[in-house]
């Protein structure tokens, strides 16, 4: 035995940045090619528009952008940057790795990048792949990206996904924390009980592209609302209370709640399920929608000015597969 001092390396955010497509896919444009209304959208998921990345770029564009803004506002040097990480379905393509074209865009050189794939928890994977790295000492600086450019597997004419759906990107940097504070606890989980109910099916090895796939649309993201909605509110509720409790902090000690987006009404049914006190949630849907692995990363983006150092942070998101789960941290910036 040592000297009695825990000397176990703690992971920490220390910096973040974000980006999302300035062209806005608002409820009028949609009540413009489907049968919907803004008053329905809002109603029955609070989203009011949604970012949509121009033709021609991909997921990996958005995510040098919010690296770039990550490294202009905390003076991050890039070329010390030791491991990528990015999750996104959505790659720019099926291969390369996103993490390498995004490496090649910043001229960032024999860095380990690689992409992470669990769908709307992608971040919450990724984050806790991140904190494992560099709490094994290996790693000392690691990107954590979530970005996905849905749009691009988005059936316009369909109203079951076209009202949920955008782009955008957010990135936290990972490194070994100076007082042992910081990302304390991940519970993760999935099974194979969503696959009919969440899917987008085309362009891979079951069925790869053809003109077959295409006319049955297998390339657009498919959902079955119901199922997803209700496994949502159960999945996500249950691994935020057991995180909480055992941690042996209670729900009234968490300061903020940063939730997947995927629908106001899902996020309000948790917020309920948990008994967190109203006002700790954090919300950005009405702007941006589902950006899948984003959501997390860019509502904290953006809400950085309210997160004060020593606030207990809870995590949580579930998507396609199923997978889900929730992250519990200490928040260390200033
Ligand atoms: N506009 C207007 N009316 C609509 C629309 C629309 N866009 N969509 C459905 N309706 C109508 C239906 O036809 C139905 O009419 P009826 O009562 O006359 O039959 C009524 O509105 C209710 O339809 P529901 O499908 O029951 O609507 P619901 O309240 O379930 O909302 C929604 C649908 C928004 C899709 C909801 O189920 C949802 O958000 N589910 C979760 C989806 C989700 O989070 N997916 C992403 C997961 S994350 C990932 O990994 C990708």
């Known amino acids: ?18 980006f999302v497509p300035e062209n806005r896919r608002t409820n009028f444009d949609l009540e413009k090619v ?15 528009e949604r970012r949509i990345l121009d033709e021609g770029l991909a997921t990996s564009d958005m995510a040098v952008e919010a690296i770039k803004n990550l490294a202009v506002t905390y ?49 919450l994977y990724a984050l806790n792949m991140g ?17 996905d450019k849905i749009s691009s597997y988005v059936d316009v004419y369909d109203r079951s996904t076209n009202i949920l759906f955008g782009d955008g990107a ?26 009919e109910s969440l899917h987008i099916e085309g362009g891979g090895s079951m069925y790869p592209a053809s ?26 509720s249950d691994t935020c209370i057991n995180v909480v409790k055992r941690n ?21 049914a948790v917020g309920k399920e948990i008994e967190i006190e109203e006002g700790k949630t954090l919300v950005n849907i009405e702007k941006y929608g589902n950006t899948i692995a984003a959501t997390i990363p860019l509502c904290m983006w953006e809400n950085v000015h309210r997160l004060k150092k020593g606030d207990l942070i809870l995590l949580t ?5 199923f997978s889900w789960g929730s992250t519990l941290l200490n928040w260390t910036l200033d």
């Open 131 to 147: 904190s494992s790295l560099v709490e094994s000492g290996r790693y000392k600086r690691v990107l954590v990206v979530g970005a």
């Open 211 to 236: 003109e077959t796939s295409i006319e049955a649309g297998r390339h657009f993201i498919k959902q079955d609302g119901k199922v997803v909605f209700k496994n949502a509110i159960q999945s996500m």
């Open 170 to 195: 957010g990135v936290v940097l990972l490194e070994p924390s100076a007082d042992q504070n910081g990302l304390l606890d991940a519970i993760l989980m999935s099974n194979g009980t969503g696959k």
């Open 317 to 321: 998101a579930f998507g396609a597969g």
């Open 248 to 268: 042996n902090y209670t729900m009234n000690d968490v300061q903020w709640l940063i939730p997947h987006q995927a629908n106001k009404r899902i996020i309000d």
């Open 34 to 48: 489907t049968e919907t209304s803004d008053e329905w959208i809002v109603k029955r998921t609070g989203i009011k």
């Open 75 to 123: 003076s991050i040097d890039l070329a010390t940057i030791d491991c990528l990480m990015v999750a996104t379905s959505t790659p720019d393509m099926l291969m390369p790795a996103t993490a390498n074209i995004i490496a090649g865009k910043l001229g960032i050189e024999n860095i380990w990048a690689f992409d992470i794939n669990a769908a709307c928890s992608g971040f």
């Open 1 to 18: 035995m040592g000297l009695g001092v825990d000397k176990r390396i703690v992971a920490n955010i220390t910096a973040i940045g974000g």
